[in-house]
């Protein structure tokens, strides 16, 4: 089904390259990196981490400090950015509070929380802390509430949580909701932070690396874990004045494994050729794709198999995890707004950390950032148990 484009009249992200959007651009520009050894609370683990600095001194406003979390931080921290928070403000007027709907992604949500609770609980009959609150911040639907309720939202709203394609497939909800007539605009994104449980989960599983990542590296071996938000203000077109775009939505659920993708890359292809078809396009008209690219061998080899089965050696394409590590639940809306920075800006990222390109890998991998005209690029999110999601963006 063809989508109605939609405006995205503002955005911004925050992760461990800085605050803002000039903040990720400046870095891609100069293949920059935020990622460092890895001194998170009480983890002490070989591994390297995208950590955001400053989140501690953070402050909620005073009518939501029951939201008090990690998590609601960075929420905060972000809608503070580039003049987000006021271009709601604005859209809200126009439309209507009730109009506006917030439809956001999360995997872990506020669970670094919940650690601590569990940490201080009653040595003596194991109850939790009194002031512990899990509806304000472990609640998978506590990022949306707060969210909207720091924004003045009254719209239909909800939280995605499959793992790392959670804040790409918000947009189609998003896309939906406006479609049926439900609501006139959106507010789309989410935010992942670091939490002592995915640290030391990735590790259990053997996948993350002891070395900043370096996705599709010939000695790749695993991921960066990192934290991140990112938002975004869809609307339908107002005006015939070129914008940047949400052209096209494809998601897919390939089902193969709970961890491991399908190897010859199935759903991955699938949602990418979802994707075109629904902005009307075809292969040959994409400029760019930001590759969900997580480092590991099994994740790059499959995501190689679909993007060149589909668009050949031509079409440019690297990954941002270099950089910002992965963000999991924030993957996905991060790797569509660099895609957004890209098209805005004329600029193709590079790959931060990656070396030498696996030989085997046969798309059009780009190590060094380069200035292009673009005009249409896909972004890619496929996250465990097959879950998989490309947005297409352009003017």
Do not use: W
């Not at 609150?133 to 720091?150: K, P, W």
């Not at 004045?241 to 399908?262: K, N, V």
Request: glycine residues 12%; charged residues 20%.
């Amino acid at each position: 089904m063809r989508l109605q484009p939609l405006v995205i009249s503002k955005f911004t992200l925050t992760n461990s390259l800085g605050a803002g959007a000039a903040a990720t651009l400046g870095a891609l520009g100069d293949k920059r990196s935020g990622l460092v050894p890895c001194e998170f609370e009480s983890a002490r683990l070989d591994t390297f981490i995208g950590p955001v600095r400053g989140l501690d001194q953070v402050s909620l406003p005073e009518h939501l400090r029951a939201y008090e979390c990690r998590l609601n931080r960075l929420a905060q921290l972000a809608l503070e950015q580039d003049g987000f928070a006021a271009a709601v403000a604005e859209a809200r007027e126009r439309y209507g509070a009730q109009r506006i709907g917030v439809f956001l992604g999360t995997s872990t949500s506020g669970i670094l929380e919940t650690e601590g609770a569990f940490r201080a609980r009653d040595g003596g009959c194991g109850r939790l802390p009194t002031g512990y609150r899990y509806g304000q911040t472990q609640n998978s639907f506590a990022l949306a509430d707060f969210v909207r309720r720091r924004l003045g939202l009254a719209g239909p709203s909800l939280v995605v949580s499959c793992a790392c394609s959670s804040t790409a497939k918000v947009f189609g909800n998003a896309a939906r909701m406006i479609a049926a007539g439900v609501c006139d605009a959106a507010l789309v994104g989410g935010a992942d932070t670091l939490c002592l449980t995915t640290l030391y989960g990735f590790r259990s599983l053997e996948l993350t690396s002891r070395e900043p990542c370096r996705p599709f590296d010939a000695d790749r071996d695993g991921i960066s874990i990192g934290e991140g938000a990112g938002f975004a203000l869809l609307e339908k077109p107002r005006a015939e004045a070129a914008a940047l775009r949400l052209l096209g939505i494809g998601e897919s659920s390939d089902a193969h494994h709970m961890s491991t993708p399908h190897p010859e890359g199935a759903g991955a292809r699938l949602a990418m050729e979802r994707a075109l078809a629904s902005a009307g396009l075809n292969p040959a008209d994409i400029d760019y794709i930001n590759l969900h690219g997580t480092a590991t061998r099994s994740n790059d080899a499959a995501e190689d198999k679909a993007v060149h089965e589909l668009f050949g050696a031509r079409t440019r394409c690297s990954s941002t995890k270099g950089a910002t590590g992965h963000l999991l639940g924030a993957a996905g809306v991060t790797g569509a707004l660099i895609s957004a920075l890209a098209v805005s800006h004329g600029l193709v990222p590079g790959s931060a950390h990656t070396r030498a390109v696996d030989p085997t890998l046969k798309s059009r991998y780009v190590l060094e950032s380069e200035k292009v005209e673009l005009r249409r690029v896909l972004a890619n999110s496929f996250g465990f148990g097959g879950s998989n999601c490309s947005l297409v963006l352009g003017l």
